[in-house]
C-alpha cells in the first residue's frame, strides 16, 4: 500500500508500514478537508471542530519540542492563527495534518533557534515539576514509584533534549504522532531518506542514554 | 551490524520491530534471526527499551482556556484595519527599512545631481519680477499724478492772473 493507501500489489512492502486500517485514516483525512473547506466558506462552526480534532496532537508536539507547556501553547495558538488566516487560499492538495505539522515544526524550531533557549535548562527543572504535577496523576503509584517515575521522565526529556532540533522534530512525530517517514519528509519537505538517516541517528542517541532504563 | 540484515535495511527493520509496526511475518522472520544473532538482539533490546522510556513521558493538559484565548486573538486580527488585513501574513516592517533607505539615498542623489528637476524657478523667481512690476507701475502713476497736480495748479494760476 503506497502513502495514498492504494493497493499496488507489486509494490515491495515497507518496514514502517504500520500495522493497521487505513480507511478511519482515509476518512479522517477526507473530513479534515472538508471542514477546511466550511471554514474557508466563512464556517466558524468548522474550524471549532478542527481545533477540537487537532489542538492536543500540536500542543503536545510543540511542548515535546520546546519543553515549556506557557510557550508550546503560545505556538499552538499561533498555528491555529496562521490556518484561520489562510482559510481563504486552502486547496485540499496535501493532508491536512501534514500542513499543521508543518506550521507547528516551522514554528518550534525558528524558536529553538533564535536562542530563546538560554533559561531552558533552568526552566526544564522547574518544568520538570509544573509537567508532572500537570500530568494526570496516576494514582496507582505509590510515593517511591512516583518518584522513580520522575526521575526516569525527567532523564527521557533530557536525553531529547540534546537531539538537534529537526531530529528531535522527525523522533516526536515518529514515536507520538504516528507519522511514517513520507509524512514526516513532507513536513520536514527534505526526502524520505534524510527522515530515516535523522531518525537513525536520533534513535541511536537515545538507545545510548536510554538504554540502562530496561 | 555484522549479519545479514544489517546490510540491508536492518535499523529500519529494527525500528519498526521497537515500535511494533511490523507485519506478523516480518516480525516472525526477525525474531528468528534475532535468535541467533546477538548483535541484533542487543539493538532491538535496546530500541524496545527507548520506546518505553519514551512512552512514560505523557502530555500535560492544555490549559482550559486555550481556545477562548485563540478565538480572542482571531476577533482581534478580525478587527484589524482592512489596509491591514490585505498585507501577507509574513509581512514585517524590517525589510521594508533598508528599502526605504536606499528610496531615501535615491532622492538625495537626484536633488543634488539636479535639483531643478524637483524645484522648478516657479513662484520664488516670478514674484521679484511681479513686485518690481508693479513698483514701476507705481512710480508712473505718480509721475502722472504730479504732472497732473502741476498742469492744475498752473491753470489756476492763470485764471488768477485773468481776474
Known amino acids: 500500500m503506497d502513502q495514498d493507501g492504494i493497493h499496488t500489489p507489486a509494490a515491495q512492502p515497507s518496514w514502517n508500514t504500520r500495522v493497521k486500517d487505513n480507511r478511519p485514516e482515509l476518512e479522517a483525512l477526507e473530513r479534515d478537508a472538508e471542514l477546511m473547506l466550511r471554514v474557508r466558506d466563512g464556517d466558524q462552526a468548522s474550524f471549532g471542530l478542527l481545533l477540537e480534532r487537532h489542538r492536543g496532537p500540536v500542543i503536545h508536539f510543540l511542548y515535546r519540542m520546546v519543553q515549556r507547556q506557557a510557550v508550546a501553547e503560545e505556538l499552538a495558538q499561533e498555528v491555529f492563527l496562521r490556518v484561520y488566516k489562510s482559510r481563504g487560499t486552502y486547496e485540499p492538495s496535501a493532508k491536512f495534518t501534514t500542513w499543521l505539522f508543518r506550521i507547528a515544526t516551522h514554528l518550534g524550531l525558528n524558536w529553538i533557534r533564535d536562542g530563546r533557549t538560554e533559561c531552558r535548562q533552568a526552566s526544564l527543572d522547574e518544568e520538570t515539576v ?41 523522533v516526536l512525530m515518529h514515536k507520538y504522532d504516528e507519522m511514517e517517514y513520507t509524512e514526516i519528509a513532507n513536513v520536514l519537505r527534505c526526502s524520505e531518506s534524510a527522515v530515516k538517516s535523522l531518525l537513525f541517528r536520533a534513535y541511536e542517541h537515545l538507545r545510548s542514554r536510554l538504554a540502562h532504563m530496561a | 551490524m555484522g549479519c545479514p540484515i544489517g546490510d540491508d535495511g536492518g535499523d529500519e527493520l529494527i525500528l519498526a520491530y ?145 481776474i
Open chain 1, 130 to 170: 509544573e509537567g508532572a504535577t500537570r500530568q494526570v496523576a496516576d494514582r496507582t503509584r505509590s510515593v517511591e514509584q512516583e518518584l522513580v517515575h520522575r526521575a526516569k521522565l525527567k532523564e527521557v526529556r533530557r536525553a531529547i533534549e540534546c537531539l538537534p532540533s529537526k531530529q528531535r522534530a522527525a
Open chain 2, 18 to 162: 521497537g515500535a511494533r509496526t511490523l507485519a506478523p511475518q516480518q516480525q516472525v522472520e526477525l525474531e528468528r534471526h534475532l535468535e541467533s544473532c546477538a548483535s541484533c538482539r542487543e539493538m532491538a533490546e535496546a530500541q524496545r527499551t527507548v520506546w518505553s522510556a519514551l512512552d512514560a513521558w505523557s502530555p500535560a493538559t492544555v490549559s482550559w482556556n486555550f481556545d477562548e484565548r485563540l478565538f480572542r486573538r482571531i476577533e482581534n486580527e478580525e478587527q484589524k484595519a482592512w489596509w491591514r488585513r490585505l498585507l501577507p501574513v509574513s509581512w514585517s516592517w524590517r525589510p521594508a527599512v533598508p528599502v526605504a533607505a536606499a528610496c531615501a539615498a535615491l532622492i538625495a542623489a537626484f536633488l543634488l545631481k539636479s535639483p531643478a528637476l524637483f524645484f522648478p524657478e516657479t513662484s520664488s523667481d516670478s514674484q521679484p519680477k511681479l513686485e518690481i512690476e508693479q513698483v514701476e507701475h507705481a512710480l508712473d502713476d505718480m509721475d502722472m499724478l504730479k504732472q497732473l497736480g502741476l498742469e492744475s495748479a498752473a491753470d489756476k494760476a492763470q485764471t488768477m492772473g485773468k
